[in-house]
C-alpha cells in the first residue's frame, strides 16, 4: 500500500529566504506525486504534479519540487518565501500500478514572518 | 459544472440523527473521493471510487458511515447514529484517472 511522510509538523522561514517543505513516499509501482496547500478556511488548492519526465516540476505562486527516486522524495522548493505563503501543504502520492486512492501526509504548517 | 461542489456547505445536526452530505463531481472525472479534516489537521481518507470499479471503503471508521456513487456522477456520504466525534468538515475530491483531484469547499459538520 502507498504511504506518504511529512515529517515536519511545522516550518518557520523569514520572508526573501528560500524554503523547503520535505516529503517522502512509499509505493509499489512508481508513483504519481502531487502538493497541495490550504490557506486559512479555504479549501485544498493544488499546486503542482511529478508524473513522469523531468524530475523538477514547476507549479502554482513560483513553487517547484524536485522528484528524487532514489531517496524516494518529493520535496518542495520556493526560493524566495512571501508572508503571504504561511499556509498548511499536504504532499500527496498515488501508485501507478492498477486504481490507486489518493494517500495525503498529515501535512506541514509553513510560517513565513516578515 | 465549474468545480466541485459540496452540500450543506454548514451541518448542526443532534447526536444520533442520520446525515447525507452530497457531492457534484467535475462533469466527465472518473474518480470520487471524501476525505475527513479535524480542525487544522490532516486529511483521513474515508472512500474511493474510481469508475465502475468496486469502491476503495477501506477508510470508513465504521459501518455508521456509508457511501454510494450514481450513475458514475454524484455521490452522497451517509453518517447514521451520528456522535460527537463526527463533528469534522468532509471533503469530496473528483480527478481524471491519473489526473491531479481538484477539492470542494466542503461540508462542517457538527454533531451537538
Known amino acids: 500500500a502507498q504511504s506518504v511522510a511529512q515529517p515536519e509538523d511545522q516550518v518557520n522561514v523569514a520572508e526573501g529566504n528560500p524554503l523547503t517543505v520535505k516529503c517522502t513516499y512509499s509505493v509499489s509501482g512508481n508513483p504519481y506525486l502531487f502538493w497541495y496547500v490550504q490557506y486559512p478556511n479555504r479549501g485544498l488548492q493544488f499546486l503542482l504534479k511529478y508524473i513522469t519526465g523531468d524530475n523538477l516540476v514547476k507549479g502554482s505562486y513560483g513553487f517547484e519540487a524536485e522528484f528524487n527516486k532514489s531517496q524516494t522524495s518529493f520535496h518542495l522548493k520556493k526560493p524566495s518565501a512571501l508572508v503571504s505563503d504561511s499556509a498548511l501543504y499536504f504532499c500527496a502520492v498515488r501508485d501507478a500500478m492498477g486504481f490507486q486512492k489518493l494517500v495525503f501526509g498529515t501535512g506541514t504548517r509553513l510560517l513565513v514572518s516578515p | 459544472g465549474a468545480g466541485v461542489s459540496q452540500s450543506p456547505s454548514n451541518k448542526v445536526t443532534e447526536k444520533g440523527k442520520d446525515v447525507e452530505l452530497r457531492c457534484d463531481p467535475i462533469?466527465?472525472?472518473?474518480?470520487l473521493y471524501w476525505y475527513r479534516q479535524s480542525l487544522g489537521q490532516g486529511l483521513e481518507f474515508l472512500i474511493y471510487?474510481?469508475?465502475?470499479?468496486?469502491?476503495?471503503k477501506s477508510g470508513l471508521p465504521s459501518d455508521r458511515f456509508s457511501a454510494e456513487r450514481t450513475g458514475g456522477s454524484v455521490s452522497t456520504l451517509t453518517i447514521q447514529r451520528t456522535q460527537q466525534e463526527d463533528s469534522a468538515v468532509y471533503l469530496c475530491?473528483?480527478?481524471?484517472?491519473?489526473?491531479?483531484?481538484?477539492f470542494g469547499q466542503g461540508t462542517r459538520l457538527t454533531v451537538v
Open positions: 462533469s466527465g472525472h472518473t474518480a
Open positions: 471510487f474510481q469508475g465502475n470499479s468496486a469502491p476503495d
Open positions: 475530491a473528483s480527478s481524471l484517472e491519473w489526473s491531479e483531484a481538484f
